[in-house]
């Protein structure tokens, strides 16, 4: 059977950091990535595709609050669900464009994808995660006065707060697996995943995000991935980042990930958890991971560029 890759798209790798997102630039990004992504499936790897959402969710946010008057309201799991729909869309469309035109034939399909959490989760009771539009005080204070957790940030406003629990299992992983095991092309846990949490053996929806890195490295795991490649917008992992005495990473060991980790080289909230979910993917599997850029995919896939995660 082929090998697989599960690709972890940063939501950067999609929509570049200083750009106004648009349905438009996420085709002309999107398409980019896709002629990566295409150069894995003529070398003969299965795929499955992960992405993150945050400009998406944020936006569909946005439109659920300006339209509270005429549109029903959703939940954060139900935002989840449509912006996996929306970039599934997205990616579907412009991969099959891309191996179409390189006559190649493969099936592409995207599954919406819950991903189960623990309802005592610590971070339950720790809204950590800022989403959606930046408020003014006008629009913060009800938000405030019906007790949702919100932060400022100075100069720019109020934002919501959501919960970041750890993802425990993949509910759709046996159906994403037996996918690529018939060779479609997956896309799933998009943007982290729909958070769910079970009560008395049901599943229901949470309030929360889950970490789009740490959920590809869940669905890694879980379909038995031979290797798991964390696309974003830098090239190499570094030590010391924009710092003095910077310094790009070639490769490094589990252990050497997890000191540099300890001594602070990873924030939280960007390559933090790319550095975690390589690490536990490494370590379960014995397998190698690789962070990089899309540009740099082939190169790195050779050990020639990107910063190979290794046992
Ligand atoms: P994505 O959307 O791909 O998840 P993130 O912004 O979350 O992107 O993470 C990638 C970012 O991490 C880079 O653009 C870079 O600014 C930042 N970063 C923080 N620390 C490091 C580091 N030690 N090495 C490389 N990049 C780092
Ligand atoms: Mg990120």
């Known amino acids: 059977m082929a090998p697989l890759a599960l690709v972890a798209l940063g939501g950067h790798a999609i929509l570049p950091k200083d750009m106004a997102p648009t349905i438009g630039r996420q085709f002309v990004y999107t398409r980019r990535a896709m002629r990566r992504v295409l150069t894995l499936v003529k070398g003969g790897w299965s795929v499955v595709l992960t992405h993150g959402n945050g400009p998406q969710v944020g ?20 935002a989840v669900a449509e912006s996996e729909g929306e970039i599934g869309y997205v990616i579907q469309q412009s991969l099959y464009n891309e191996l179409t035109f390189a006559g190649i034939h493969r099936p592409i399909v995207t599954v919406l994808t819950q991903v189960l959490v623990d309802k005592d989760d610590p971070a339950f009771a720790h809204p950590s995660k800022p989403i959606g539009p930046f408020l003014t005080d006008r629009e913060a204070a009800p938000l405030r006065r019906r007790g949702v957790p919100l932060i400022h940030e100075e100069g720019r406003g109020w934002r919501r707060l959501v919960a970041s629990p750890r993802p425990l299992q993949i509910i759709e992983r046996d159906t994403v697996r037996r996918l690529t095991e018939a060779e479609v092309i997956v896309v799933a846990a998009g943007g982290g995943g729909i958070p769910v949490v079970e009560e008395r053996g049901r599943l229901k929806g949470a309030d929360a995000v889950i970490d789009k890195d740490l959920a590809s490295t869940v669905l890694a795991q879980s379909v038995r991935a031979d290797l798991l490649l964390l696309l974003t917008d830098v090239r190499k992992v570094a030590l010391d980042y924009k710092k003095p005495g910077h310094r ?33 993917f490494v370590m379960a599997t014995g397998k190698r991971a690789i962070i990089t850029t899309p540009e740099a995919l082939a190169p790195a896939l050779a050990g020639r560029d990107g910063t190979q995660v290794l046992p």
């Not at 936006?59 to 939940?75: D, F, V």
């Open 248 to 280: 790009d990473l070639d490769s490094m060991t589990v252990a050497q990930a997890q000191e540099y980790h300890a001594a602070g080289h990873f924030p939280p909230g960007s390559m933090g958890p790319k550095v975690e979910g390589a690490v536990q």
């Open 59 to 78: 936006h569909i946010l946005i439109r659920a609050e300006a339209a509270r008057r005429q549109a029903y309201p959703i939940p954060l799991s139900v």
